[in-house]
């Protein structure tokens, strides 16, 4: 008999079943905490290396440094890895006690792991079907939307590869079956037992009562969030369609911060608005609450002569020339200060503000890039002089970019206005003054 027809156990079956998309990948890591669902996990895979052809584990322990317990556990890590022929990694964070200590120790673990996972890579971790009832039952106690509701994704990506969770369907139940039946060992976490906890609160109490009532309650409510993630699949194609439409060219090519065309999106029902500034803007910044909807509406309905600015956790929406531009808080707080420009130098770094360039013969005299400050004039050839708020009008510059726009002086005078079409050289065109603003930058989701 060879090693492929080597039976397995019916929760190896699954698993073998769930990671069959992933079975090319360069490596697989185990999220491994050493708590019975873990090396329920570590164990599965370990006896899949042995009679299948799987990539190359690897284990990874993140020692958080929170409980007197987290040495001892480490060194019970080591043990089981040696036995299971299985490498292991041990990362040591540090974790935020300023804020929540749940959320803040769970985002340094998350941290630590994205570290290992590389292209073509998985992270497996052994969130089970019990783990998602209860993160869909706190989503629904705390007004989540579609999108919390689905709670979590059997995959998902994450930094550089995918994270997946192949015990996603099945319930605690049966891996406690599994581990005892196997003679593992494990280690408690004391933490999970104090009902202080929200997430623990609902394990203990509530869930362990409904279950009373309802055997299938944690496979119930784990279903529903299966439909809430069919749902939101839909929502997303919605929104990846409406957003197409809005995403138009713009008067400013060369300004790196995305943009909706408003007109196209106020065109769209309340609901669909919505749905698609929530696709949008989950890329930027964490989805506001219902109540704080209201700025989109401000903003939205504000009068064309208005500078109106919805204010979000990670940036702010403004609108100008038609569009809603999204600017990252790098985008708001860099001061702009002004500079000389070195002798015989073709190019000047602004700080936070970018690059500027001259493209051709650079321009005799003492030159200087300043920002606007009220009152520039600007001589324009065949027109005479210009007050630089009314050229701006002129072409339209939002009002968010006019402080940031990079102006040009040669011996105190402005000859010069960043990228704007006519304005950015003499007329002749045999030197021209370029901007390559600083990019914005994305959340980590």
């Not at 309340?270 to 698609?276: D, F, G, K, T, V």
Request: hydrophobic content about 40%; aromatic content about 6%.
């Amino acid at each position: 008999m060879s090693l492929s027809d080597v039976p397995l156990p019916p929760l190896a079956n699954n698993v073998l079943k769930v990671l069959t998309p992933y079975l090319h990948a360069k490596r697989w890591h185990i999220a491994f905490s050493g708590g019975m669902d873990s090396s329920v996990l570590l164990h599965v895979l370990s006896r899949l290396s042995f009679c299948r052809q799987v990539p190359s584990l690897h284990a990874i322990h993140v020692h958080h440094g929170l409980l007197k317990e987290a040495d001892e556990w480490v060194e019970h890590c080591r043990q089981m890895c040696d036995l299971l022929q299985v490498p292991l990694s041990v990362e040591h964070v540090q974790v935020d006690q300023n804020s929540s200590l749940e959320r803040a120790a769970r985002d340094a673990r998350y941290a630590a792991f994205a570290r290992h996972v590389r292209e073509h890579e998985v992270l497996l971790v052994a969130q089970h079907q019990d783990d998602q009832a209860e993160t869909l039952l706190l989503r629904l106690l705390r007004g989540a939307g579609v999108k919390g509701l689905s709670a979590m994704a059997t995959s998902r990506a994450m930094a550089e590869g995918r994270l997946v969770r192949p015990f996603l369907s099945v319930p605690r139940a049966e891996l406690s079956r599994y581990a005892l039946a196997e003679k593992l060992e494990w280690v408690e976490d004391p933490s999970n037992i104090q009902v202080v906890q929200d997430r623990n609160f609902l394990r203990h109490e509530i869930l362990t009562r409904l279950r009373l009532r309802w055997p299938q309650a944690s496979a119930s409510v784990a279903r529903s969030a299966g439909h809430m993630a069919e749902a939101l699949a839909i929502l997303e194609e919605c929104a990846a369609m409406d957003l197409s439409a809005a995403q138009t060219a713009t008067a400013f090519p060369w300004l790196p911060l995305p943009s909706l065309e408003l007109e196209i999106i106020r065109q769209l029902s309340e609901h669909r608005q919505r749905n698609a500034l929530r696709h949008w803007l989950d890329r930027y910044s964490r989805m506001p609450d219902t109540d704080h909807w209201v700025g989109w509406a401000a903003l939205r309905d504000a009068s064309p002569s208005a500078s109106p600015v919805w204010v979000l956790e990670s940036g702010e929406i403004h609108r100008g020339a038609g569009r809603l531009w999204w600017l990252p808080h790098q985008w708001l707080g860099a001061a702009c200060v002004p500079c000389q420009w070195p002798e015989k130098e073709s190019e000047v770094a602004l700080g936070g503000n970018g690059q500027v360039y001259i493209v051709g013969q650079r321009p005799s005299g003492s030159l200087e890039v300043r920002y606007r400050q009220g009152g520039e004039i600007m001589a324009v050839p065949g027109r005479g002089h210009r007050d630089l708020k009314r050229l701006l009008n002129e072409h339209h510059v939002p009002t968010f970019l006019r402080g940031r726009l990079p102006l040009l002086f040669c011996n105190g005078q402005l000859i010069a206005i960043a990228n704007l079409s006519g304005l950015s050289g003499p007329a002749d065109q045999h030197w021209r003054f370029e901007w390559v603003p600083a990019t914005s930058g994305q959340r980590l989701s």
